[in-house]
C-alpha cells in the first residue's frame, strides 16, 4: 500500500515541480544579484518545458562521461541546473544582458508559481490522509 502512494505519479510530479521552482528562483535570484556585474549573462531553468518532457515520454538522459550507467528517464530522475540565456538584444555595453525589472516580473510570477504548487501537494496529501483515516473506520 504505502508502495503504491510513493509511486503516486500527482505528488511525484508536484514534487518535482517544487524543486523546479526552487532552482528557478536561486537563478533568477542570482540574475538580480548580478544585474551590475560586468560581463554577468543571466541564467533561467525552464523546469516547465523539462517536466512537460518528463511526462509526455520525450524526455532523454544524457551520460557525460563514459563510467555513466544508461539511465532511464522520467518524472523522478529529473536534475534542475540553471542554462545561460543568450540574449544578444538586451546586452548592455559592458556585456550583462540582465533586465532587472523582466527579472523581478519572473521571480514574482514564480513565487506564486511556487506558492500554487504548494498548495496543490498539501491539498493532494490531505486528500490521502483524510482517504486513509476513513479507511480506519
Known amino acids: ?16 515541480s517544487l ?3 526552487e532552482a528557478r528562483h536561486k537563478a533568477l535570484a542570482d540574475n538580480i544579484a548580478n544585474a551590475n556585474t560586468p560581463g554577468y549573462k543571466r541564467s533561467d531553468v525552464p523546469f516547465q518545458e523539462m517536466l512537460r518532457h518528463a511526462v509526455s515520454g520525450r524526455a532523454t538522459m544524457v551520460t557525460t562521461h ?3 550507467l544508461p539511465g532511464r528517464s522520467g518524472v523522478s530522475r529529473l536534475a534542475f541546473e540553471p542554462i545561460k540565456v543568450a540574449d544578444s538584444s538586451r546586452i548592455r555595453v559592458d556585456g550583462n544582458n540582465v533586465d532587472i525589472e523582466a527579472e523581478m516580473a519572473k521571480l514574482a510570477e514564480n513565487s506564486l508559481m511556487y506558492s500554487a504548487l504548494s498548495d496543490l501537494l498539501s491539498r493532494r496529501i490531505s486528500l490521502l490522509r483524510s482517504v486513509i483515516n476513513e479507511g480506519r473506520r
Not at 5 to 10: G, Q
Open 66 to 68: 563514459v563510467n555513466h
Open 19 to 21: 524543486d523546479g521552482a
Open 1 to 16: 500500500m504505502l508502495d503504491r502512494l510513493t509511486k503516486d505519479l500527482s505528488i511525484s510530479l508536484l514534487s518535482k
